[in-house]
């Protein structure tokens, strides 16, 4: 598998919105790489709610619907112009944790809103919109992906990382 789309029943309410988002760090040679291609803006990808915080409880009922494992969550907010420029994840810390290697690695988004117009993500060169809440896309440790903003509304995932359990 590279990569999937699938559904899965929204448990949640809108109080995700109100939670106390961060911008996180980007590594250094992504940023250089990215200036390369000619990116210009001044921060890459949005703000996020990680798993050093306390979770909402429905982040495991949707981790297990999907088939993921020993799940680690980041909910995440990308407001207006925000991007994130394709690229790989590396999954360091995840490996470290779990004790796991890359390989046996997946990650899901999970589309927390319906889409909104100027709302985008890419999987493998393919563009994916119009989604609706509870739509998701899982894929495997070495895909290439991309997100953006460049709508009025903000876009928010939540992103599960984890080992799959195949059914």
């Known amino acids: 598998m590279m ?3 699938g559904k899965v029943t929204v448990c949640w309410d809108d109080s995700f919105k109100s939670l106390p988002f961060e911008r996180e760090p980007i590594q250094e040679y992504e940023i250089r790489k990215w200036r390369a291609m000619g ?5 890459f990808s949005g703000k996020m709610y990680s798993s050093r915080n306390p979770m909402p409880e429905w982040v495991y009922d949707v ?5 993921i494992e020993n799940p680690g969550f980041v909910i995440y ?3 207006t112009l925000e991007i994130m420029p394709e690229h790989v994840d590396h ?3 995840y490996q470290k944790v779990f004790g796991v290697s890359r390989d046996k690695i997946y990650r899901a988004v999970v589309f927390l809103s319906d889409w909104q117009p100027g709302h985008y993500s890419e999987m493998s060169g393919t563009g994916i919109v119009n989604w609706q809440a509870g739509d998701y ?5 070495d895909t290439p992906h991309a997100a953006a903003n460049i709508g009025t509304e903000p876009r928010y995932t939540l992103q599960i990382t984890g080992t799959l359990n195949v059914r």
């Open 3 to 5: 990569w999937r789309e």
């Open 77 to 79: 907010k990308m407001s």
């Open 39 to 43: 990116y210009t803006h001044d921060t």
């Open 137 to 141: 896309v899982l894929w495997d440790s």
């Open 91 to 93: 999954y360091e810390t």
């Open 63 to 67: 981790a297990s619907d999907i088939g």
